[in-house]
């Protein structure tokens, strides 16, 4: 009876337990998104992208956008090392078939050779190469025997270039920023020890030059005394980021700076001086769409901006999305020295 009693206690007290209200969570939908906003940026001004042109149905890596002279956008899709052409009026062909390159960045030189950063074995086999506008005569700039994992490039006006070295990893700051000069060379070290150097672009008059970590999650801000040396002091992070990490940059005729947040679907806004000010997102985000947002390229003489994606797995393949930019498209070199 003594036993009966005790365990008949035990059941009542659990029940008491079972029926008392316990805390809990009540998520707003913004929260229970696939990709929510970080609460720092959620009240951001925000609008959503359109769509501007279906590249595949097949989840094509889409990189590089970058506008020739004409006023064709040139892109690239990253594994398959193709390199497109669409036209304004949205005719698309193909400049370079598939091949062993792998580029993630492309610009376009004066004389009207296109350059390329690529990727090659994503280990240490990476290399700049230039090629004709139709895609033929390529030519090694830096070789894949110098050991940097090229990944995105910027022209300055007197004809040399910066690119990032995509190497590293969270822990492992093995990747940074380089130059070379117009009349080649080494490639000379500008900013190293950086977590997987990917975006980089440069201000009109050359002086400040912008560079994200895609896996350290930051946003550099370096003020330049002349094309190779770093002004005292003159490396800031501006900005850390939330999340998965920032990917290509931009920066319009304002000098705002334009980041597309690869894995969120959404491309973060920043004044000159590395300040968030703004944000557009990619349609279908909520649901895990368009998700794998690498890069973007304002059309010049515009404010048109073209932002690209790819929906990996989740069935929409590669698009193009079109929104208004802060300001007209920056000065480039191809096209207006």
């Not at 980089?200 to 190779?228: M, P, Y």
């Not at 992070?237 to 679907?265: C, E, H, K, W």
């Not at 932002?307 to 000065?331: E, M």
Request: proline share 7%.
């Amino acid at each position: 009876m003594a036993l009966a009693a005790l365990l008949l206690t035990s059941v009542c007290a659990v029940a008491q337990e079972s029926d008392r209200v316990l805390p809990s969570l009540d998520l707003p939908d913004a929260l229970r998104s696939a990709v929510p906003l970080p609460v720092s940026e959620a009240d951001l001004p925000t609008v959503e992208a359109v769509e501007y042109f279906k590249v595949s149905d097949q989840p094509l890596q889409l990189e590089c956008p970058v506008f020739e002279p004409s006023g064709d956008l040139l892109f690239c899709e990253v594994f398959g090392g193709r390199v497109y052409r669409l036209t304004p009026d949205k005719k698309l062909s193909t400049v370079l078939g598939e091949n062993e390159l792998r580029p993630a960045g492309l610009e376009v030189h004066k004389n009207g050779r296109i350059y390329m950063a690529e990727l090659g074995d994503f280990a240490a086999q990476g290399s700049v190469v230039s090629m004709d506008a139709d895609g033929t005569n390529i030519e090694e700039i830096v070789p894949r025997s110098s050991g940097f994992l090229a990944d995105d490039l910027v022209f300055d006006k007197q004809g040399g270039f910066y690119f990032t070295d995509f190497k590293g990893g969270s822990s492992r700051p093995d990747g940074g920023v380089y130059y070379v000069g117009p009349d080649g060379g080494d490639p000379v070290s500008i900013l190293p020890n950086l977590r997987i150097a990917n975006g980089i672009g440069l201000s009109a008059d050359g002086k400040t030059l912008w560079v994200t970590e895609l896996a350290g999650g930051k946003l550099h801000r370096v003020s330049l005394s002349d094309a190779t040396t770093v002004a005292p002091f003159g490396d800031v992070i501006t900005y850390t980021f939330t999340g998965a990490g920032p990917d290509s940059l931009r920066l319009d005729a304002d000098g705002n700076v334009y980041v597309a947040m690869y894995g969120q679907a959404r491309v973060l806004v920043f004044n000159p001086l590395g300040l968030p000010i703004g944000q557009y997102l990619l349609p279908g985000r909520d649901e895990g769409h368009n998700l794998r947002s690498t890069s973007m390229a304002i059309r010049p003489g515009t404010d048109e901006m073209l932002i690209l994606t790819n929906d990996w797995d989740k069935g929409r393949g590669s698009t193009i999305f079109a929104v208004r930019a802060l300001a007209k498209a920056a000065p480039t070199f191809a096209i207006d020295e």
